[in-house]
């Protein structure tokens, strides 16, 4: 018998909440990339199924979600809550569920330039990892309304690959 949960595959989706679907969905799509699949309408309940299910407000409502796939790599899920007890701002990554979305590229450079282009806030200069991680290449960038996200490249592998039988999965050789 293995250790872990049983059948577990790997992530299907990612859920954000979003101040504006709209937005959020121009940024995903025009700018990054991603592909919009399917949209759902609102959702609410009169019981308390939002705050056992959801661990939410009970009369919060769902208005939308939109779910978009972004390359080889997890599907994504945009949510529009109307919070009947009101939204926290974005964590950093240093608090209690702090996160940030890290995204493969072939080219850091070039999805530099191009993210300037396109008017994304670039956070610091491109970092060169060391040690384990050395030959990965990475730079932060926020979402027009302040999440954090990464673009990360190492074409040429890294430092740990040269001495381990198991790698980590690759966006770009996602059936190794």
Do not use: C
């Not at 040690?131 to 490249?153: C, D, I, N, T």
């Amino acid at each position: 018998m293995s250790a872990g949960l049983p059948g577990m595959r790997g992530i299907d989706h990612i859920g954000v909440t979003v101040p504006d679907l709209d937005q959020a969905e121009r940024f995903f799509v025009d700018v990054l990339g991603a592909e919009l699949i399917y949209a759902l309408g609102a959702k609410q309940a009169d019981d308390d199924w939002m705050q056992v299910t959801l661990g939410v407000h009970p009369r919060t409502i769902i208005r939308e979600m939109r779910f978009l796939r972004l390359g080889n790599g997890s599907n994504l899920e945009l949510f529009k809550y109307d919070s009947a007890d009101g939204q926290a701002d974005n964590p950093r990554n240093s608090d209690i569920g702090g996160h940030h979305f890290a995204i493969y590229v072939d080219d850091l450079d070039g999805a530099i330039e191009y993210l300037r282009t396109q008017g994304v806030e670039l956070m610091g200069e491109p970092v060169a990892s060391g040690k384990l991680a050395e030959g990965q290449r990475w730079q932060y960038f926020r979402s027009p309304w302040g999440m954090q996200f990464e673009l990360v490249s190492f074409p040429g592998g890294k430092a740990y690959e040269q001495n381990s039988p198991r790698r980590l999965w690759h966006p770009a050789r996602p059936a190794e």
